[in-house]
């Protein structure tokens, strides 16, 4: 368990609602069409205070996991409304106590821009989602157009060294879960070229490592 980043969230989740919260309007009819993609036993991965349980498909089977017990705590009265089976668990997204294959689908929510090592968590989930499991993804990502790529270095800037998160907003998500050994099959920008979609299969002859 990285108990650093845990810490650093649980300090983040006394005011997590508060700035995150008003994007739900916005983002949540978004979410609501890529959840509703979900089949079988689905890991949440980075639940946070649990605002994305009110955009999941009723009657799932899902295991929800974050690294911060503060968020955990949060997230209990959204997940015990929740009209299916939500098991809340804390878990470092980079060292998963599940065994391997032992998810259909894995869901990422605006988390692998806050994942200290990316790629070892995008790794994690290829070991615990079966072969032919599917990774659906609503992430921020970096930007290629001139005028916004400085705009989230700035903003990295921010939240790393005065905000105290892990957020990195300049990531190359897509080509992090190429590289962590799925198969993008869909990537569906949402707003600019920043936050995006990202469908992925786990292909038959994939290892954890990345390798085919």
Known sequence: MDEPTARIWDRQSRTY????????????????????????????????????????PPGRDIVAVDISPGMLDRARP???????????RQADITDLPFPTAAFDTALTVCTFCSVPDPLR???????????????????????????????????????????????????????????????????????LDVIKTIEAVRPADADHTGAS
């Not at 309007?25 to 609501?32: C, H, I, N």
């Not at 959204?78 to 809340?88: I, K, S």
Request: hydrophobic share 45%; net charge positive; glycine share 10%.
């Open 121 to 191: 968590g995008l790794r994690e989930l290829l070991r615990v989602v079966r072969p032919g499991g599917r990774l659906l993804m609503f992430e921020h990502t970096d930007s290629r157009h001139w005028a916004v790529h400085p705009l989230l270095v700035a903003m990295t800037l921010f939240t790393r060294h005065v905000a105290g998160t892990t957020t990195e907003l300049t990531r190359d998500t897509v080509r992090n879960v190429e590289s962590a050994g799925f198969r993008v099959e869909r990537v569906t920008p949402l707003y």
């Open 17 to 56: 609602d508060l700035f995150a919260g008003g994007q739900e309007r916005r983002w949540g009819p978004w979410k609501r069409a890529l959840f509703a993609r979900i089949a079988g036993r689905t890991l949440l991965a980075a639940v946070g205070t649990g605002l994305d349980i009110a955009f999941l």
């Open 78 to 88: 959204r997940a015990a409304r929740y009209a299916g089976t939500l098991d809340l």
